[in-house]
């Protein structure tokens, strides 16, 4: 059976692979490290398709040391132990490359087993991943270990690959093909910065085309979208690109960029994470909005009910106007700032006893524990305020609530200081 076309046409230089030219352009950092022959400890991440595994294989050819793989998703520990036992033997004399390919799958016991050979230099690790290394490698090898971070690769970087993709199998198969315009780019398109997915894409194209009475396979552009996935978007509900996503979304809203808001939306539409969009739009209304306009709540929190009401794909249409409206409202965060300080209070034990006068005084005999007694009812006064003390005692003239400078608040904070005479 023929190896897949990614592995066929698998790159054998750096200057063969196409995009992160961040790390792998001229002068920077990671293609110096590879050129010096020197290798250390590396963590590759990113998203799968984009080059990880071809850079491991290339800088396997640049050193002496034996070279041995490894996936996390079906090694174990015998199989790490396999290596270790190769350590100082005539097979190993130089020592031993690792490359250990979805490193997240190994448990903290495995990945400590590597941990000592890792220290005396015996065992060189390049490990990758697609999750975030900070939340799933082992402390002790991060920090033996150089990050590296692989981007998607752009469209017009994987349109290149595209081409030679189709180039190659052209001479490989003995045929000729004529390649219509725009298939080249739809499928560096939809294939969502994966150069593996564009090659999958690329071969399927050509094994579904029936050669022509010329003796030439037609690619049309309606068998490339016919053949390419749907969504070039990348969404795992349980990776780093859900919660990237959210995050941008958030703060794309507090930065009161319609536009940018509505972009991370779509995303979020596509993925169908309903869920999600409708907590963080109600978060940030509250969170961001907040007492600059307060009356966004409820209308967020409609237009979130119609949404979950309809479902897809209508809810976009009220979840794009509360994502406009959050995103153009003024902005306050001055009502989670305060509640912030009165949780740091509280949490550090600055609670105090309840004064008496406010204590419950709907039960008999409450009089005689003076709960209640003293207590002012605000509305027999004038303009239903009258001071009294509301903080305990322990905490008078503590202040966690500052007025924001928006519009709203300080209309709310004349009013206060006029109920206050001034003050």
């Known amino acids: 059976m023929a190896a897949p076309l990614a592995d066929r046409l698998r790159p054998r230089t750096i200057d063969d692979m196409v995009g992160q030219q961040h790390l792998l352009g001229e002068g920077h950092a990671l293609r110096n490290i590879i050129l010096s022959g020197h290798i250390p400890n590396m963590v590759f991440y990113g998203p799968p398709g984009v080059g990880k595994t071809t850079l491991a294989g290339i800088i396997a050819e640049t050193t002496s040391k034996r070279l041995h793989r490894l996936n996390g998703t079906s090694s174990s520990t015998k199989d790490i132990k396999a290596v270790i036992d190769e350590l100082d033997t005539l097979i190993a004399p130089n020592g031993v490359l690792l490359y250990l390919d979805e490193i997240q799958y190994f448990n903290k016991k495995q990945q400590q087993t590597l941990l000592e050979y890792i220290e005396n230099g015996k065992i060189t690790l390049i490990a990758s991943t697609t999750e975030n290394p900070y939340f799933y490698v082992y402390g002790a090898i991060l920090s033996r270990s150089t990050v590296f971070e692989f981007k998607p690769v752009t469209p017009a970087d994987i349109e290149k690959a595209v081409a030679r993709a189709f180039s190659y199998l052209e001479t490989e198969r ?68 859900h919660y990237d996503i959210l995050s941008a979304f958030q703060k794309s809203l507090r930065g009161s960029d319609p536009d940018a808001a509505l972009h991370y939306l779509a995303r979020l539409l596509e993925a169908g994470d309903l869920p999600s969009i409708v907590r963080r739009l109600s978060v940030c209304a509250c969170e961001d909005v907040g007492l600059a306009y307060p009356q966004i709540i409820p209308i967020v929190k409609a237009a979130v009910d119609i949404a979950l009401m309809v479902g897809l794909p ?99 904070k004349a009013y206060r200081d006029k109920l206050r005479g001034g003050k």
Do not use: W
């Open 314 to 412: 209508e809810a976009q249409i009220p979840l794009a106007d509360a994502v406009i409206l959050v995103a153009t409202s003024p902005k306050s965060n001055s009502g989670v700032s305060a509640i912030g300080a009165a949780m740091a209070d509280v949490q550090a034990g600055n609670i105090g006893n309840i004064p008496s006068h406010l204590k419950d005084s709907h039960y008999q005999g409450a009089s005689k524990l003076s709960h209640g007694n003293g207590y002012k009812y605000p509305h027999d006064f004038p303009g239903g305020y009258v001071k009294q003390q509301y903080l305990p005692s322990e905490l008078a003239g503590r202040s966690y609530y500052s007025y924001g400078e928006n519009k709203m608040e300080q209309a709310a």
């Open 174 to 241: 003995e045929e000729k093909y004529e390649i219509q315009d725009y298939v080249a780019a739809h499928i560096a398109i939809s294939s969502g910065g994966d150069v593996r997915k564009s090659l999958n894409a690329v071969e399927l194209c050509v094994l579904s085309t029936a050669m022509s009475d010329s003796k030439t396979r037609v690619i049309t552009l309606e068998r490339a979208k016919e053949l390419s996935q749907k969504s070039a978007m990348r969404y795992d509900r349980d990776g780093d690109e």
